[in-house]
């Protein structure tokens, strides 16, 4: 397969920031070849986009083979092979099925790998694209008991998801999801996990395909990974272990692994002194709390890292403190023409005062994006001014069945004691939090179905002083819309 192609755009990655950046290049530039380059034989793909607000924006994600792509794109070409070797300041890239690119930008949207416990255990499984996802199915249908670590995204839709099955969920916080809400907006969801869950048997929004593992899919020896999962990864695959009508959930807070142990090791040690009381299993976790549970198995969600790995050496690309490739506000790296976004990339710039990088599936897209037009406008020698969706954080999602809006500095990120919270908390109904400094507000949590996101994205993002209404600002009986029309 050995080739060498004078081309003018390359982007590396499956993901949705890839395939972003891909489809918007390919668009613009038709007559120029676009090269997108994948480890995976199928990419994700951004379907039922819209546009909730100014920020706020909903997306399905699905995921396609690359072949989708190219029908769409006449001069888009996907090359599924990892990529071998980067030289920037030649401008070459060389993959690892021998092909060698001679660019004019590049843009690398790699994104991230799981942070695992612990590397080639067979007890430990981590969560990240789709295959660990069926895997993770797969050994839940037999399994009793798993211990979930981490306190992120994933773990949060794991814990609530899976039936048939005890959970033990052990978290480094004093509260349930702290990536995403405070203490409060954890209490209000806490009741979920004990409740029957409703009817979710709701078709699957996302297309599946099964990779060919024996042929082309393959993801050969160097035992690549696929891209991230979407944000809607457990619906369709049923999570069911193998009891039952039992199942329940156990939060350990404040601790993490001490030591994990197989059985012949746990059989071996001097922790060993009742097997009858802790049962025989295949492992076992001991926390830092001095607990011990026996399980089937351990998963490990604590976060990601950016993957990098491919592109650093003989290069000299700047690293942001999280070891992700460090990005100014036009999305450029330190190596000239190299362009990164998503979860593989670090915002290197001064921020707006209420936004912050959060690896998320909304960022992924807008960053994507963004690059292209970044590229197009350095390609075509026009200025471009950073994007509006950077001015405000926002996200939407779902936890526990509710729909969950995030605005802002949310979680009072960064503002030390100078803020006040407003909190509204109708038990299984909504919880509602205002981030208020110097009256004025600059952030939200709103959890359920409370049609206040527009209204809080409005008084975010022109700052008024609302010192004169106070608690009222949250009074249910004032449609607060009205108010600020």
Not at 188 to 195: E, H, K, N
Not at 262 to 272: P, V
Not at 340 to 350: I, L, S, Y
Not at 451 to 460: R, V, Y
């Amino acid at each position: 397969m050995a080739s060498e192609k004078q081309v003018t755009f390359v982007i590396v990655g499956g993901g949705i920031a890839g395939v972003t950046c891909a489809e918007q290049i390919a668009s613009q530039f038709t007559s120029d070849e676009v090269y997108l380059l994948t480890a995976s034989p199928l990419v994700k793909t951004v379907t039922n986009f819209k546009q909730v607000s100014k920020t706020l924006e909903e997306f399905d994600i699905e995921e396609q083979p690359s072949s989708v792509l190219e029908e769409k794109y006449p001069n888009l070409k996907v090359v599924q092979s990892a990529v071998k070797l980067l030289r920037a300041k030649e401008h070459l890239l060389q993959t690892e099925n021998g092909q060698t690119f001679h660019y004019r930008k590049l843009c690398i949207c790699s994104g991230a790998r799981p942070k695992l416990l612990t590397q080639d255990n067979p007890h430990v499984l981590g969560i990240r694209d789709t295959d660990s996802a069926q895997e993770f199915q797969k050994r839940l249908s037999k399994a009793k008991r798993i211990v979930v670590i981490g306190n992120g995204g994933i773990a949060l839709e794991l814990v609530y998801e899976v039936e048939g099955c005890e959970v033990i969920w052990a978290i480094k916080d004093k509260a349930i999801g702290n990536t995403f809400f405070d203490a409060g907006a954890a209490q209000f969801l806490i009741p979920s996990l004990g409740a029957d869950k409703k009817d979710r048997s709701l078709p699957c929004k996302r297309a599946r395909y099964a990779t060919d593992k024996t042929g082309a899919g393959h993801s050969g020896a160097s035992g690549e990974l696929g891209s991230a999962l979407g944000p809607d990864w457990h619906e369709g695959i049923e999570l069911r272990g193998a009891v039952q009508n039992s199942s329940g959930v156990h939060v350990e807070y404040e601790c993490a692994v001490d030591k994990l142990y197989t059985q012949q090791e746990f059989l071996q040690s001097k922790l060993n002194t009742n097997t009858s009381e802790l049962g025989l299993w295949p492992a076992y976790v001991q926390l830092t709390n001095k607990k011990i549970y026996g399980c089937d198995f351990v998963v490990s969600a604590t976060g990601v890292v950016p993957n990098t790995d491919p592109f650093l050496n003989g290069n000299n690309f700047k690293l942001a403190e999280d070891h992700g490739l460090r990005v100014d506000d036009h999305m450029r790296t330190s190596e000239q023409d190299v362009y990164a976004a998503g979860d593989v990339c670090t915002a290197g710039w001064e921020p707006s005062a209420l936004w912050q990088q959060m690896r998320l599936w909304t960022q992924a897209r807008q960053m994507g994006w963004y690059a292209a037009r970044c590229m197009a406008a350095d390609v075509q020698e026009e200025a471009i001014e950073l994007d509006f969706c950077f001015e405000l954080f926002s996200h939407i999602t779902k936890f526990f069945n509710y729909k969950v809006v995030l605005l802002g500095k949310f979680n009072a990120q960064g503002l030390g004691q100078d803020h006040e919270l407003l909190v509204r908390c109708t038990k299984g109904q909504e919880y509602v939090k205002v981030v208020l400094t110097g009256g004025r507000m600059v952030g939200a949590v709103l959890i359920g179905e409370t049609d206040l996101e527009e209204t809080f994205e409005n008084l975010i993002l022109n700052q008024m002083d609302l010192s004169r209404y106070g608690e009222e600002l949250l009074n249910p009986n004032i449609d607060i819309e009205d108010y600020f029309d």
